[in-house]
């Protein structure tokens, strides 16, 4: 019994040493980590300050991992911004990455991701590290190129070397990797083309390069990277046309191409990418018809192409996109009239038409589309005689009809559009009055009437429009006070204007004196009064409105001074009192105002129109 004691004890001893012995940081891997911690030169919340070449790094050094078996660091994971169940961390580190961490041979993750300041070269040294399968280096401060010696790490599976300040040309050689997964080289400053081989990486799933100044065509190879589930290749300068290979991308979710300078039309293989879910090729210089193929997209949720050239009528298959929430078209050339087969989408929440050339009228089969919350069909030519009725009975938040040629007085059935928040009617020929029951349509956060024929006062309803924060009711015939505007109620959270236009009416009455303490004008950044018969003095009481960036009050038969401090507003870029019968000296200001603004008054004298006395 004693010798198996003996015996259990030695066994047990034995394996304590062993185990300490193992696990004991290897030198090497010492002498490398303190190269490191030696190139930072601050380190304000002390991410590094375990790291003591009296202690074992393996065991009590913060960030460090080792393999239990040979006492090799696996791991180093110092990055800036950590969280937990309660707490959030957001470090930084001052210095470079040391060309030593190349020594770390058994290295298998490296992240220092986050930490700000981290400056200089991506060392070529890392090419070293033939374990690694995570380099995380992303939202640092690293320059120069990408050392074209990382195509030498076999297993990387994670590259992540954005939001840095990296240049030059994406080396052909790193795609030569072809265990990655995922690759984020996005918010640098890289150039050149994307190199045909990226089609070698054939278990990429996440590719990210927007933000950089890539140019050159989008390679045919792309199209190899079957397991692909995310492309961004947005805000570059990339050329040429969509290659159709981009069909046989059946597993991609998300493709954005957005701000670029493709040309040419959109590939009739898009009907191949069955799993796309958002596809964003706004931007571009994209011609020709939208193919028939567009619509044989089973999972398609938003679908953005705005801003571009494509021309020819919407086809009727894009109704068969029944996954589909939103959709844009804007400021195209799509001509016709918009197919009945929308009325089918019975998801779709965002529809923007606006600026083409789309003829009337509006399909009635709309009205199926309870979801709708935004419309947009500004500037086009949809010749109204009356809105549809039915637009009443719909949820819609965003309805934006500018430009559609809009006849006759504003419909009854708005009065009963609570849902509507942004309402834009301007630029048609709507005549008779703003009727008294537009203070009903109280949840009104935006309201755009100008260049119709409105002509009317301002009914005392509209004070109920508690939620309004832009307002625009310019070129109208609108007469009488304004008091029922600048007076008007607020909500706790919104109803305080941002822009105030109500120019060119014959609004009369002055401006009242008490419009720098209503609580509606609080927080105004652009204020338009000008071109009406409005007479009286700018009040004293405007310089307190100190949010304003822009004021126009030009030929509103104003008299007397510009009172103190109103040029003074810290925020102030534009002030226009010309055409009035203003008088004395121009207070004084920093702001660099032209002399323009203060023209056409024969009284007025100081900077910047010539000194007074002269």
Known sequence: ??????????????????????????????????????????????????????????REWAGIACDPATGRVVNLT??????????????????????AIGSLSHLRVLDLTNLKRLTGPIPPSLGHLSHLTDLLLSSNDLTGHIPASLSRLRHLRRLFLNSNRLSGHIPSSIFSSKSLIQLALFENQLTGGIPESIGRLEFLEKLDCHANLLAGPIPDSIGSLHRLTHLDLSDNRIRGSIPSSIGNLTSLIVLDLYKNDLAGSIPASISGMFSLQFCRLSYNRLTDRLPKSIGYLPRIQKLVLENNAISGEIPSSIGGLTTLCDIFLANNRLTG????????????????????????PIPHEFANLHNLQSLDLCYNPIRFTSLPAWLGEMSIYRLMLSNTGIMGPLPDWLRLASSISALDLSNNHISGELPFWI????????????????RSTIPNEFKNLAMLMDLDLSYNNLYGPLLPVITKGVSEALGQYKTLDVSRNDFTGGIDESIGDLVAMEVVEILDFSYNPLGGRIPES??????????????????????DGLLDLQELTEFDVSGNEL?????????PLPAVGFSGNAGLCGDPLPPCGL
């Not at 110092?78 to 060309?99: K, Q």
């Not at 009239?337 to 009337?360: E, F, M, V």
């Not at 008088?583 to 702001?591: K, L, V």
Request: contains cysteine.
């Open 1 to 58: 019994m004693a010798i198996y004691t003996y015996s259990s004890k030695l066994v047990l001893l034995l394996s304590f040493t062993f185990f300490n012995y193992c696990i004991a940081c290897h030198r090497t891997d010492r002498s490398a980590l303190l190269a490191f911690k030696a190139s930072i030169t601050t380190d304000p919340l002390g991410l590094l300050e375990s790291w003591d070449h009296t202690t074992d790094c393996c």
């Open 78 to 99: 110092r990055p800036g911004l950590t969280s937990g169940a309660d707490f959030v961390t957001d470090a930084s580190l001052v210095g470079i990455l040391s060309p």
């Open 337 to 360: 009239k918009i197919p009945s087969s929308i009325g089918k989408l019975k998801n779709l929440q965002t529809l923007d038409l606006a600026r083409n050339h789309i003829s009337g």
């Open 439 to 454: 203070g009903n349509m109280t949840g009104l956060t935006f309201l755009n009437l100008s260049r119709n024929a409105i």
């Open 542 to 563: 405007m310089a307190k409105l100190s949010a304003l960036k822009e004021v126009r009050l030009a030929n509103d038969g104003l008299l007397g001074e510009i009172p």
């Open 583 to 591: 008088t004395g000296h121009i207070p004084r200001h920093d702001a």
